[in-house]
């Protein structure tokens, strides 16, 4: 059963290194939420800052969706904080971003900015 483990961990890092680091729109979004909320980066912060910055309604299925996701492509981590009361004894889990999904959004940007290059729109921050 471990030697399944450990070649199902070096299929997929072999697999990561190949691939193209690709983002969709949305996944794009939870990344750059989870750099922005650095340590308090959880499901229901995640939720409300990209609710708050973009006027989106999102649901709590697609952050976790998206999380799992990203998890599984290595592009972030998590970890469980402690149980609170107020959680009634459950433990909120955190997320961070992996080099590789600073590497991911790095890229998105860029294929963003040249495409924008090529049209007569100004970036939005010009505007």
Do not use: H
């Amino acid at each position: 059963m471990c030697s399944i483990w450990y070649s199902q961990i070096s299929i997929m890092k072999r697999l990561m290194s190949t691939q193209k680091l690709y983002l969709g729109e949305f996944e794009e979004l939870v990344l750059l939420a989870v750099l922005v909320l650095g340590d308090n980066a959880y499901g229901v912060s995640i939720r409300d800052l990209i609710e708050q910055e973009t006027g989106r309604n999102v649901s709590f299925g697609a952050i976790y969706t998206t999380l799992e996701r990203l998890k599984t492509k290595g592009y972030i981590s998590s970890r469980l904080g402690e149980p609170t009361q107020e959680r009634g004894g459950r433990a909120k889990r955190y997320f961070r971003i992996e080099g590789v999904g600073e590497t991911a959004l790095s890229e998105a940007q860029r294929g963003r900015d040249r495409m924008l290059k090529l049209t007569k729109l100004k970036p939005a921050w010009q505007t």
